[in-house]
């Protein structure tokens, strides 16, 4: 690439999903925090450092008058020091990747490249918090001292290191200061619960409904899945709007039953779908050609 | 992959069945199992699993991911695909993305990163120092040709009495300080943590292509030579400069190196050359921060050597042994070529 003529990069997706190729050949699609969960992590932590320090600084000045004040002073010089720049460091060069405040909220650092996690990308992921929160801040405590003369310039330069702080909403991938100079991001590593098989589980022995060809025509993959949020959310006013409007579209007589009805849908409807998808037509929607007529 | 767990109850012969029940019939239990794995593992670390669970997991990995591509494939269950997403996910930097154990990065940093960083600094650190012998210059000729930019130059607080008003005798009493005995300690804890904030912060401002940490590093100087002029007014360059050297060698070089991090920093993303701005960006990043941190190291020995050294060996001629020793060190640790590093390289 010659220097002048950059090509334009790709469009960057909107969602927060993100390929990522495991050496088995895999893509693991990784869903990236958002600036709003990281924003929380953030506060928590900055939550628990303050409470930590209070503490401490309150548990020393009662134990300062004992007459040891000078090692307790070093240790609170120390102490706060550490909070201040090691809280983050030191957490995330563990094994966790990840603050207590990151841990709660099922965030983790990692390498943009899937490497290691390296103290390197971690010290200067964290060592940027300067200039990303306690430079604006200090601006803020400045502009808080001073008359009103000296204003006009805080505001300035609070709107200046205010960029560093909302860098993160101004990229696609979430990328703090920090990120970007440690080649790092932050994913969601949240443990998440199997739902429950909507399919063949409950029920053997009922009687199932069956449904004609032109029924389960109606609709393709989107809907399915959508009907499978409905099903899982399982609220009833919800469910009788959905089995509603498949009845109608059906043709079908409303029996009473509206669970049940859609639970049968969807498993016939799923059945059909998946038997396509084996012999490579997958029908993404409902104004996808329906499968009949794909041959 | 059957054979990884034993299987469940059977899979009912009953009615026509969608993918995803049947699949999850048959692997669910090893989902489960990877799942505790890697809880533990995340709950209370590596050392946390059984001899049998440690040599599974890789298995169960791999069994994960390749459910996850055949899920992805033939069901249209999203439930499932987004489990095993996640428990792949998971199970992934649990396997490849945790780094090694704490102590042996350590050991590594001191033998190989730190000096390797700094090295691959050469060009920044020689910028660095001659910005802040620059300033030490001009700071001293300014105050030398007018004692009052003095003021301009240092705020009160840090002038503690050593202003050019004061007289000879007792700017001579500042430099072999006795009084202060007691606080020492604290005193050289203090210096610590106020000089490695400032590192920290001359790195980070790197970032707004660097010229923040000219400032900064200049603006060092300038003090430096400030603080030396009033000094050497009245006669007392060669104890003062006893005073500064003994822990002066080892605090300016990590300022030094902390400010040729930023620069490197800054130059980086500023002219990143035929490489993107962000994959250069952190390529550079991750080596500076390597160096910033070997500073902070270094500003710990030097408020030790300014607290404790400086308020206790009060011959000029000591001083300087020990500051230029120190300084003789850090050149031979950073800059002297090794063994180790021609095998790497060649």
Not at chain 1, 13 to 39: K, M, Q, W
Not at chain 2, 268 to 284: L, N
Request: aromatic letters at 10%; charged letters at 20%; one cysteine or more.
């Amino acid at each position: 690439m010659v220097w002048p003529i950059r090509r334009r990069a790709p469009a960057a997706p909107r969602t927060l999903r993100r390929s990522f190729v495991t050496p088995e050949g895999v893509d693991l699609r990784l869903e990236l925090g958002g600036a709003g969960a990281r924003a929380v992590a953030f506060v928590l932590d900055a939550v628990m450092i303050l409470t930590i320090l209070i503490l401490s600084t309150i548990a020393i000045s009662l134990l300062v008058s004992d007459g040891k004040s000078e090692i307790l002073l070093i240790l609170w010089l120390i102490g706060s020091f550490v909070l201040r720049n090691g809280w983050f460091i030191l957490f995330e060069i563990g094994g966790r990747g990840a603050t207590p405040g990151k841990m709660l909220i099922g965030l983790r650092v990692v390498a943009r490249d899937g490497a290691p996690l390296t103290g390197g990308a971690v010290i200067a992921r964290n060592a940027m918090r300067e200039i990303e929160i306690f430079l604006p801040l200090s601006f803020l405590g400045y502009q808080a001292s001073q008359d009103a003369a000296d204003a006009f310039l805080a505001i300035f330069a609070l709107l200046w290191s205010g960029i560093f702080l909302f860098f993160p909403l101004m990229n696609h991938d979430r990328l703090r200061i920090g990120d970007l100079v440690g080649g790092t991001w932050v994913v969601r590593t949240a443990r998440t619960a199997l739902a429950a098989d909507i399919g063949a589980t409950e029920t053997i022995a009922r009687q199932r409904r069956s449904f004609s060809d032109a029924a389960l025509d109606l609709y393709g993959v989107y809907e399915l899945q959508t009907l499978e949020e409905v099903l899982r959310l399982a609220r009833p006013e919800a469910i009788a709007t959905v089995a509603e409007a498949v009845r109608r579209k059906a043709g079908i007589a409303d029996d009473g039953d509206d669970m049940g009805f859609l639970t049968d849908y969807y498993r016939a409807l799923c059945v059909r779908l998946e038997r396509g998808m084996m012999l490579g037509r997958r029908r993404d929607n409902k104004h996808a050609p329906s499968l009949g007529r794909q041959r | 992959m059957n054979a990884l767990v034993e299987e469940g109850a059977g899979i009912p012969a009953a009615a026509v069945m969608v993918n995803a029940s049947r699949f999850r019939a048959a692997h669910e239990l090893e989902w489960k199992r990877l799942d505790g794995i890697v809880t533990r593992i995340e709950r209370r670390g590596i050392g946390a699993l059984t001899e049998n669970d440690l040599l599974m997991l890789p298995l169960l990995y791999r069994s994960a991911l390749s459910s996850l591509s055949v899920a992805r494939e033939t069901s249209l269950d999203r439930a499932l695909v987004s489990y095993l997403e996640a428990l792949c996910t998971r199970a992934y930097f649990q396997i490849y993305g945790v780094p090694t154990s704490f102590w042996s990065q350590l050991r590594e940093f001191i033998l190989r990163g730190w000096p390797q960083a700094v090295r691959a600094l050469w060009r920044e650190t020689l910028v660095s120092a001659l910005l802040t012998l620059a300033g030490a210059l001009a700071g001293f000729l300014l105050v030398m040709h007018d004692p009052t930019l003095f003021y301009a130059i240092i705020p009160d607080s840090l002038a503690g009495g050593r202003d050019p008003s004061a007289n000879a005798d007792a700017l001579r009493a500042t430099l072999y300080n006795k009084e202060q005995h007691d606080g020492l300690a604290v005193f050289a804890t203090f210096l610590f943590t106020h000089n490695a904030q400032i590192a920290i912060f001359s790195f980070a401002l790197g970032f707004a292509f660097a010229i923040p940490t000219v400032l900064l590093i200049v603006y060092n100087g300038l003090m430096l030579g400030a603080f030396l002029a009033v000094f050497a007014a009245k006669g007392l360059a060669l104890q003062a400069g006893g005073w500064l050297i003994i822990h002066g060698t080892t605090e300016i070089f990590a300022i030094i190196i902390a400010g040729a991090a930023g620069f490197r920093i800054g130059t980086a993303i500023a002219f990143p050359g035929r490489a993107a701005r962000t994959d250069f960006a952190f390529a550079v990043g991750r080596k500076a921060s390597v160096a910033m941190a070997g500073a902070v190291v270094m500003l710990i020995l030097a408020g030790l050597l300014e607290g404790i050294g400086r308020q206790t060996v009060l011959v000029d001629g000591t001083r300087y042994t020990i500051g230029l020793t120190m300084l003789v060190g850090w050149l031979a640790y950073f800059y002297a070529p090794r063994r180790a590093d021609g095998l790497a390289d060649s």
